[in-house]
Every structure is written in C-alpha cells, then in structure tokens.
C-alpha cells in the first residue's frame, strides 16, 4: 500500500536548489512528508546592474498592447522599479507562481498557461499566434540574459518587443563541504533542480569531489529541456520531470518516484 501522503516521503533526504527566499515552502512540504529538506540555494537574486536603464525600460509599459512577466522574481523587482499601476495593460504570467506574486501587487492576470508553466507552453496559447499579435507592441520583463526564446518567437510572428530586465541571477559564493558531507553520509537521496541555469550551477558549486556523486543521485526536474541538460552534464538515472514549475507538482513527482523507487525508503 502506497505510504499516507503525510509520510510519503519518511526517511528521504532531499537537496533542495532554489534560491533562497523561495526555498522555504517546498522544505517545510518535504519535511511534512516526513522527508529531510536539505537546503543548497545556487542561485542568488539581485537588483539589475544598471536600476536606471531597468527604470527607462518600464517605461515602455505605458505604451504596449501587453505585458509578460517571466517569473514572479520578474514581478517583485518589477514593482520595487515602477508603481504596480503603471502595469496596466492586459498582463501575462507564464505561471501560476507568477500570477499570484501579481495578484499580492493588485494586478490581475489576463492569460496564463494552464499546463506546465514554461515559454514554450505560454507561446502555444491562442492569444499569442500569429493573428494576435501582429503589428502588437509588447513587453516582456525578465531577468538579465533570460532565455531568448519568448522574445524571438514573438517577433517572428509580427509583434513588436521590448524587454525589461529588472534583476540579475548569480551564482553564490557556497561552501560544498555540507554537500560532500551529507553525500558521504548517505544523507542526499534524490535533488531537486527548477532551471537549467540553477543545474549548471549546482554541476559548478558540487566541485570535482561532488560531480560524481551528482551524477548518480536521482533528480527531480521541472521540464524535458532541464532533463535533457542533466543527461547531457552526465546524469546516470534518468531525470524525473515533473508536470509543472509549482511546488505541489514537485512533490507529486517526489512522491511518485519515492512510490516507484526500490532501495530509497529509509522507513
């Protein structure tokens, strides 16, 4: 019989990746579960290197037919730039963490994916083909050197872009010894990693001691192009992907493989 969901995951370690200020929820669902959260942030989130250029860019926000946040990161520096009223456009939000950090600024959501939460996904959705956007200014705020795909593919079909880069991600400065210890002890049974970039970071801070280890520790990703990079860096079991970027689709795709796995219930 499949373990309550309350202890699905007793007696499992999981290393978690995201950065910190967005970690928490998904440690305190894990421990929960009767699992062990083992916190590693590998990316570090930042005001933009240039605030006034990131200002002037907003700028374009009183002038376009739509706005696209990328990320809730891309809202939460967003408005600390520019007052939420100036977003007042019809708003996009690639997913449901992002349409929730504009619903706490008073901005509602006009579209957003209902499946997994990614470019690819928000680009397949009517209102942004080709006979939609055409001749459409739009703007989209994201990070610095954010994934090209969003911008490239609405101007391939007719829109005019702009984009806001309202804050930078970097790699922190992480000691690895917790890392190689808990490795060493049997202490990381399976890693969960939410970006490509945050995956090449974690490859980065593990060092030449952990990469080994790494790449024979299950991991839990949240989309093909993720697991494809894993497999690509050396990944020796095949990346798990969960159905969305959320922290409810995370868990379930935890607790399916925690199900499904022999050798990895400590309980």
């Not at 910190?20 to 894990?30: F, K, M, Y």
């Not at 001691?209 to 989309?223: I, M, Q, W, Y």
Request: aromatic share 4%; proline share 6%; with cysteine.
């Amino acid at each position: 019989m499949p373990a309550p969901k309350h202890r699905a995951l007793a007696g499992l370690g999981v290393l978690l990746t995201r950065p910190r200020g967005q970690i928490e929820e998904l440690a305190r669902s894990v421990e929960q579960a009767g699992g062990t959260a083992l916190r590693f942030p590998v990316i570090e989130i930042k005001a933009p290197v240039d605030e006034s250029m990131a200002r002037q860019q907003l700028q374009a926000a009183a002038h376009v037919h739509a706005i696209i946040f990328v990320s809730a990161n891309a809202v939460e520096w967003g408005v600390k730039l520019a007052p939420p009223e100036s977003f007042a456009p019809p708003l996009m939000a690639i997913g449901a963490a992002t349409a929730r950090a504009l619903a706490r600024h008073g901005l509602p959501v006009a579209l957003q994916p209902d499946a997994s939460y990614t470019s690819e996904t928000l680009l397949a959705l009517p209102q942004l083909q080709v006979d939609a956007v055409t001749g459409k200014r739009m703007l989209i705020v994201r990070g610095e050197g954010g994934r090209p795909l969003l911008a490239e593919t609405l101007r391939n079909r007719g829109a005019r872009v702009e984009i806001a880069e309202v804050y930078r991600r970097i790699r922190p400065l992480a000691d690895n010894r917790m890392l190689l210890q808990a490795w060493e002890a049997d202490k990381i049974d399976v890693v969960v990693v939410t970006s490509g970039e945050a995956l090449s970071n974690l490859y980065h801070l593990a060092g030449e001691g952990g990469r080994e280890h790494l790449r024979r520790t299950p991991l839990v990703v949240v989309s093909e192009r993720i697991a494809a990079l894993a497999t690509k860096l050396g990944a020796i079991p095949k990346p798990v992907v969960a159905a969305r970027a959320d922290n409810k689709a995370v868990m379930d795709a935890l607790i399916k493989w925690c199900q499904e796995s022999v050798g990895f219930r400590r309980s």
